[in-house]
């Protein structure tokens, strides 16, 4: 069984700095693109930022300067520093992590999400 769990969300003012985590654990043999997806009230959920296991990267234009992704494979990690926050970044923030578990093939897991909150 593989979970997927997000921290770091939180309340910050406009301007602020946030730091995202995502943690997979879990019967995992290998972890190829892991990414971040947000989702605000009655909107649907879009790309945020995604990795590949070897490191490369790709942004929404919407945080591109702003925002960084990255993660680290020894610990099964991965990060998202959020910067300049604005209130439209203001949404619920999910993992995602594509998974190859022991025996099976590969499969997208998602976290349970982390609110994420920009006053103005």
């Known amino acids: 069984q593989v979970q997927l769990v997000e921290s770091g969300g939180g309340l910050v003012q406009a301007g602020g700095s946030l730091r995202l985590s995502c943690a997979a654990s879990?019967?995992?043999?290998?972890?190829?693109?892991m990414g971040w997806y947000r989702q605000a009230p009655e909107k649907q959920r879009e790309l945020v930022a995604r990795?590949?296991?070897?490191?490369?990267?790709n942004y929404a234009d919407s945080v591109k300067g702003r925002f960084t992704i990255s993660r680290d494979n020894a610990r099964n990690t991965m990060y998202l520093q959020m910067n300049s926050l604005k209130p439209e970044d203001t949404a619920v923030y999910y993992c995602?992590?594509?998974?190859?578990?022991?025996?099976?093939?590969?499969?997208?897991?998602w976290g349970q999400g982390t609110q994420v909150t920009v006053s103005s």
């Open positions: 990795i590949t296991r070897d490191g490369s990267t």
């Open positions: 879990g019967s995992i043999v290998s972890i190829n693109a």
């Open positions: 995602n992590a594509d998974i190859r578990s022991r025996g099976l093939a590969p499969y997208p897991y």
